[in-house]
């Protein structure tokens, strides 16, 4: 029997990202998983098809004073996450991953998935900027395309 969707995903996030290697990347396990929706219920979403899940996108809402130490360097992915507060209102929003199966990709999940997670979020923050790590080309794009939809500003730390 080949491999599940799920097991699919979690080998190319690990490819794709080596956050077993790189200690200042968030690694996704069930604590990172309650953390992150203790911060909002929206952080983590995925589109699924009858086999599990075929895209997965991971967000968090934050501080402008969290993200402008992301951007300068002085803090790392990890950070975001330790670091962001609960229970107050949330004016940034960092667009950590957005990860889907090889054979669903040009379909826009990743750009679906995250606008929804955007707008949800504002419903109930005031979110005022985006924020991303220029990972890659793909990332780039999907930021920038999320970000003119969103009519919010962008930033990106550098790779």
Do not use: N
């Given at each position: 029997m080949g491999e599940t969707n799920l097991e699919r995903m979690i080998k190319l996030a690990e490819e794709f990202f080596e956050t077993k290697n790189n200690p200042a990347q968030i690694s996704i396990d069930e604590q990172?998983?309650?953390r992150l929706h203790e911060i909002h219920p929206a952080a983590v979403t995925e589109k699924k098809d009858e086999n599990g899940p075929i895209a997965w996108l991971i967000v968090i809402p934050t501080t402008q004073e969290?993200?402008?130490?992301?951007?300068?360097g002085a803090a790392d992915e990890r950070n975001i996450l330790?670091?962001?507060p609960l229970g107050i209102?949330?004016?940034?929003?960092?667009?950590?991953?957005?990860l889907v199966l090889p054979e669903y990709r040009g379909r826009g999940l990743a750009r679906e998935l995250t606008i929804s997670a955007v707008r949800s979020i504002r419903?109930?923050?005031?979110?005022?900027?985006?924020?991303?790590?220029?990972?890659?080309?793909?990332?780039?794009?999907?930021a920038t395309a999320v970000a003119r939809e969103s009519s919010l500003p962008l930033s990106a730390r550098a790779g």
């Open positions: 990172v998983m309650a969290i993200m402008r130490k992301f951007i300068s330790d670091d962001t209102r949330y004016d940034a929003l960092y667009l950590c991953s957005a419903q109930q923050h005031p979110i005022g900027h985006l924020f991303y790590w220029a990972f890659s080309e793909e990332g780039r794009k999907l």
